[in-house]
C-alpha cells in the first residue's frame, strides 16, 4: 500500500505519494530516470495555486511510452511529484509539472553529483532515514497535515457523491446530456481545489479532506 496525496479543482489534477509502498534503497534508477531526475526543482508540497506550478519542471503531452513508464516509477517510490496544469479556461489541454518530493530531494542530495558523472546509484552510500508505508506512519501524516481519515462508510459516500457528479457511465446518448456532463466535468475541473488523501491498495478506499 501506499499513501498519495491529490490536488483537484483550480485548473489543477495531480498526485504526489507522500508514504511509498517500499523503501526506496535498491531501487534500479535507470539512465533515463536519472537524467529527468536532474531537470527537476524541489518542492515542499502539493500546491493549491494555479500559479506556483510556474516554477516546476513543465513536460508537454504526450509524454511517450518509454517516458511514461519511468515517471510511474518515479512516481509510486516517491521521488516525483506531477500534477496537470490545464491550459486556463479548457478542460482538455494542460501540461505536466513535475518536481522532486522531499524525498527524491534528498535522495538528489546524495547522489545528484553521481548522477550528473553518469553513474549509477550505489545505495551503500544512503545514511538517512528513508520509510514506506504502514498504518501507524500514514496516520502521523495525515494528522501531521491537518487532515482527517474517513471511514469505510465515509468513503462510500464520497465516492458515490463524485460518480453521481461526473456520470456513471461513456454513453452520453444525446447531444445534451453530451453537453450536460461536459459542463460538469468543467464545474469540477476549475471549482474548488481540494486535496484528497488515499490509500493505494488498501480497503479503506477515498479519504477526503478540504484544503
Known sequence: MRLDLRVKGG????????LPPADVRGMRIGKAARQLLLQLPSVSDVSCQYRDYDAWHHQPKPL???LSKVLARLEESGLVWTVKRYTEGTDNDWTY???LSPLGTEVMAVFGEDMRRGQRIRWDKWDRPSVAFTDELCREKLEAMNLMLATEAEAKQINAKQSLLVGADNDYGTSAAYLARRL?????????VMVY???VGGTVGEYLAEA
Open 184 to 192: 460538469r466535468r468543467f464545474d469540477l475541473l476549475w471549482g474548488d
Open 97 to 99: 509539472c513535475l518536481a
Open 11 to 18: 485548473g489543477l489534477a495531480g498526485t504526489a505519494t507522500v
Open 197 to 199: 488523501p488515499r490509500v
Open 64 to 66: 511517450g511510452n518509454a
